[in-house]
């Protein structure tokens, strides 16, 4: 059995990983989905001020108060931020760590930095309406409109520090949906495919991944636990 963090991205919570986290504890694996502070059932939270930080305390302290380890560590989009931060805090508990079509900074650089102008723009004029609180940027897939809540725009302007216990992680993945219009996620593809150190896959979804093929990114997943 392994243990799974799944921590989602933008404008979403729990309930986006409902699906494959069903599926992975179908299959005898412990399945943690957090979400984050501001969003999904916790978007009652929300406010301007929440930032990164924030949003890596909520899975530090899931990890620390439940005692996970040799954990495989999930971030979907904005959630790589997220991860990338936690891995630097707690490496030692991580066995792999797994970038779901993510973000994936280097140190000191913040998703602001690693955005396009055009989208940096959509982020200040989504969140006009609601002050620090960015409303999505692209049209949501059915169903998820209601449940889909503002993003703290701050989270997106901090930059992620490294130089803790992230080198203690022996094994590191990133998946890249090569049927995604959204081709901001090819650079962290192509850094990852020149890299030695790590195991890029390529399946031919949009940025949902498991929405569009469930059976494909579980088997990707599930080869994480072996």
């Known amino acids: 059995m ?22 992975l504890r179908a299959q005898g694996h412990d399945v943690h989905v957090p979400s984050l502070t501001g969003l999904g059932e916790r978007a009652h939270l929300a406010h301007g001020g929440i930032t990164l930080t924030d949003h890596i305390n909520d899975v530090i302290g899931l990890i620390d108060c439940e005692q996970l380890s040799d954990i495989v560590l999930v971030g979907h989009s904005y959630g790589g931020m997220v991860i990338t931060g936690v891995a630097a805090r707690r490496g030692n508990h991580v066995r792999s760590l797994v970038y779901l079509d993510a973000f994936l900074p280097q140190d000191g650089q913040a998703l602001w930095d690693l955005a396009d102008e055009a989208t940096r723009q959509l982020y200040i004029e989504n969140q006009k309406a609601t002050p620090g609180l960015v409303q999505p940027i692209f049209p949501m897939p059915e169903g998820r409109t209601a449940r889909v809540s503002g993003h703290p725009l701050l989270t997106l302007l901090e930059p992620v520090k490294l130089g803790g216990e992230e080198n203690a992680i022996k094994r590191r993945t990133y998946v890249y949906a090569n049927t995604s219009p959204l081709t901001i996620f090819t650079q962290f593809r192509d850094r990852c495919a020149a890299d030695a150190g790590w195991h890029v896959h390529e399946i031919a979804t949009g940025h949902m991944v498991w929405d569009d093929d469930l059976r494909g990114c579980l088997e990707i997943l599930l080869a994480e636990a072996d």
């Open 2 to 23: 392994a243990t799974y963090v799944l921590v989602h991205g933008a404008w979403g919570g729990s309930w986006g990983y409902a699906p494959l986290a069903r599926e």
